[in-house]
């Protein structure tokens, strides 16, 4: 039941994504863009310290951006259509997952983009995927509800940076530790820790939504 | 019954900030450490400080939770007032902080996970009281800033107290590597240190009854002032 529900939310917001093209490619753009703007702006030289600063700042706005408009048109009238059609469950969960597919492929073509522009400067490129898509995971698990609380509020753009930095510090940075360290040493052991919390994380954000939603569902 | 006695604890804040002030400034230190010297004596300050903080947050998420649970407005007022509070008492964690930070680490501020923390958590705030200010309509304020605490005080708030054990080693006592523990300090100290962190943290609730009393207070005119 749920499950079905949650499958026809996914689909109608791909459905969407794929109806309106302009809006993933303007993403996209705007990851190429920065990564060519870095591109000219470092010579081309980028330490490895600097690489990974550069990916997850870019990755971040590009990940606020794209998952600050997930609730723009939701919470008009359209809105009221849906809650004869699913509950609140249903429907962050959806989003979630929506989400959490539209910046993982963000994250891997943004990695593509430094590669070809800025190089891969370190040691392990399956362990910097492995946490660049865990990276991922989690800020669109967690920019998703803080997405919905900015809708709410109707002044999107500006109280969306405003309000996720300060609840993504933390996760990112165990996610640079991961990433330095994917950098630096590649050591497999050093990376059970920070994986495990970040587990336990995601795990936390999403039975968080889950609870917290139908409030700010309610009108 | 219990608002007759109300001046009780309030006393009591007096009585033991008084105590806290004058004995933390006059007492002979019980030994001579390095590095610290006599800014051992900010201890009584400083921690109190963001114990404070902390536990006013507290107050600010569990009224959260049951404004969430009642739609009470009266409890988001509550949380609102202690989340300002706990803002106020951060700041001035941070501010002794840099002062204690310039005397022994040679800088105001350092790099260090606690200190990034404390910053996280005031920026957490600092957003939570821009959301408050962003909606108009006072019923879905309360809602949506409350979803908002929750959300970060459970994410941010928590997290800020395990980072440091994963992150690496802190520059603060009480990490792996220092001699130093509130626990392994001198009695004569921590009969200081503990009355200190609780007059603290009643001066706290003290402002927070004041605050919440205004803020009730001017609901009732403004309303008035629209009938």
Not at chain 1, 134 to 148: C, F, R
Not at chain 2, 21 to 47: D, Q
Not at chain 2, 179 to 187: E, I, N, Q, W
Request: with cysteine.
């Amino acid at each position: 039941m749920i499950i079905n529900q949650i499958t026809v939310l996914l689909q109608k917001d791909l459905n969407l994504e794929l109806k309106r093209p302009f809006l993933f490619n303007g993403m996209l753009l705007y990851l190429v863009s920065t990564v060519f703007v870095c591109y000219l702006v470092f010579d081309g030289i980028v330490d490895t310290k600097t690489w990974n600063a550069l990916y997850w700042i870019i990755l971040l706005f590009a990940a606020v951006n794209s998952a600050g408009r997930s609730f723009s048109e939701e919470f008009s009238r359209r809105h009221l259509y849906y809650y004869t059609l699913a509950g609140p469950t249903a429907f962050i969960i959806g989003k979630m997952l929506y989400n959490v597919l539209l910046l993982t492929i963000l994250s891997l073509l943004g990695f593509l983009a430094f590669m070809v522009f800025l190089g891969f400067p370190a040691e392990s490129k399956s362990m910097f995927l492995l946490a660049a898509v865990a990276g991922s995971i989690g800020l669109a698990l967690l920019l998703t509800l803080v997405a919905g609380i900015a809708a709410r509020a109707e002044h999107n753009f500006t109280l969306m940076a405003i309000l996720s930095f300060p609840i993504v510090l933390p996760k990112l940075l165990i996610l640079i530790n991961l990433t330095q360290n994917a950098l630096y040493e590649a050591q497999w052991s050093l990376a059970i820790k920070p994986l495990i919390a970040l587990l336990a994380m995601y795990f936390l954000i999403i039975v968080l939504a889950v609870v917290l939603f139908p409030y700010l569902w309610k009108e | 019954m219990i608002a007759h006695y109300k001046w009780i604890y309030k006393a009591v804040a007096i009585v033991l900030l008084t105590y806290a002030l004058l004995a933390g400034l006059t007492v002979k230190l019980p030994y001579e450490l390095p590095v610290i010297y006599e800014s051992i004596r900010n201890l009584f300050y400083h921690v109190g400080m963001w114990f404070t903080m902390l536990f006013v947050f507290l107050i600010s998420f569990i009224y959260s939770l049951r404004h969430l649970k009642g739609f009470n407005p009266d409890h988001d007022r509550v949380a609102a007032q202690a989340a300002q509070i706990g803002l106020v008492f951060g700041m001035l964690g941070i501010f002794t902080g840099m002062f204690w930070a310039n005397a022994t680490w040679g800088a105001p501020w350092v790099r260090d996970p606690k200190l990034n923390g404390a910053a996280m958590s005031l920026l957490v705030y600092f957003a939570y009281i821009v959301l408050r200010s962003s909606i108009a309509d006072e019923e879905k304020k309360a809602r949506i800033s409350a979803v908002y605490n929750i959300f970060a005080f459970i994410l941010a708030i928590i997290f800020i107290g395990v980072l440091p054990r994963i992150s690496g080693d802190s520059l603060h006592p009480g990490q792996a590597g220092s001699p130093l523990t509130v626990a392994g300090l001198d009695p004569s100290l921590r009969a200081i240190f503990y009355p200190a962190v609780l007059g603290w943290i009643l001066l706290a609730v003290w402002i927070l009854e004041i605050k919440v009393r205004m803020s009730r207070l001017h609901n009732t005119l403004t309303e008035r002032d629209y009938d």
